[in-house]
């Protein structure tokens, strides 16, 4: 698969030369919406920056459990298109239409999607960053090591308070001394569950081998710099889930650049990472890679 996946990224120019020059004419400048694959679900939309160089490209995959939320709930700030990066957002299906790996399929289809594409649609995807928020730093994470995988790394990642590993949320919580804001992830009703299509209670081992953190235990490429923030009173993703994908990071490659943090006080998401200074920290360390 690997194999396939670099032949596809490598030969996909050819493909993109026959429909890639009507996707930049019918772009609006500033916008565009398009298609990645056949499913409903399956699209991305691009803000762009001023001016007319082909821009690198910031790629975010957005919050929701899996199982709700779309590309559109991700604020796109002002200052990555100041500073002539383009942002796009990417809609994966959810596990109600599908059920994991789709969801890991989706997002290293977009990415595919911009790396034949790129050149005609005024993108450089060569230059780029992968970032998650929540469910959504899971697949920016699980798409960075595809492409590791397949020397084509990105520049850098950012995970934002997301799970690493379902098959120890709860007992990560349990050691904290926290109580759960929501239901057990173990149990079959949970959006883990649901998304693997089994009781991730009942399958622990099979719930952590798809995980990340399973993947960096296999892997000793050299890896992309990663951005870590999670915040140290989340009761839905013990900010432990960080803290291993940071070791698991350091164990895979020993040299890989690693700006881990824990966001005193925060909760899962909110307006902590909305604001300095992890905003600040974001910014800068994507322009930092993108430069």
Do not use: C
Not at 4 to 22: E, F, Q
Not at 99 to 104: G, H, L, R
Not at 187 to 204: H, I, T
């Amino acid at each position: 698969m690997p194999g396939l996946i670099r032949r596809t990224l490598l030969i996909g120019g050819v493909a993109a030369a026959a429909g890639g020059l009507a996707l930049w004419r019918w772009r609006m400048p500033g916008d565009a919406e398009l298609d990645y694959g056949t499913d409903p679900s399956q699209v991305l939309d691009i803000r762009y920056p001023s001016g007319g160089n082909a821009a690198p490209v910031l790629v975010i995959f957005h919050d929701g459990d899996f199982a709700t939320g779309d590309k559109s709930d991700t604020a796109v700030w002002p200052e990555w298109l100041e500073a002539g990066i383009a942002v796009v957002r990417v809609n994966t299906r959810l596990s109600d239409r599908a059920k994991w790996p789709a969801q890991a399929d989706d997002a290293l289809a977009a990415v595919v999607h911009l790396q034949r594409n790129g050149a005609d649609l005024g993108l450089n995807p060569a230059h780029m960053v992968l970032m998650g928020q929540g469910a959504g730093a899971y697949l920016a994470v699980t798409t960075a090591l595809s492409l590791v995988e397949v020397g084509l790394s990105p520049k850098g990642v950012v995970s934002l308070y997301g799970p690493m590993d379902f098959s120890t949320l709860d007992a990560d919580l349990k050691t904290l001394g926290r109580a759960p804001s929501r239901g057990p992830a173990d149990d079959a009703a949970s959006p883990e569950s649901r998304l693997l299509g089994f009781p991730v209670g009942e399958k622990r081992a099979a719930a952590h081998a798809v995980s990340p953190l399973a993947r960096l235990d296999r892997m000793r490429e050299p890896l992309p710099p990663i951005l870590i923030r999670h915040g140290d009173a989340d009761t839905m993703v013990a900010d432990l889930q960080a803290k291993r994908l940071r070791e698991a990071w350091i164990a895979a490659d020993p040299k890989a650049a690693i700006d881990y943090k824990l966001v005193p006080g925060a909760g899962h998401g909110g307006q902590a990472f909305e604001t300095d200074p992890v905003r600040a920290d974001v910014l800068a360390f994507v322009q930092a890679r993108l430069a």
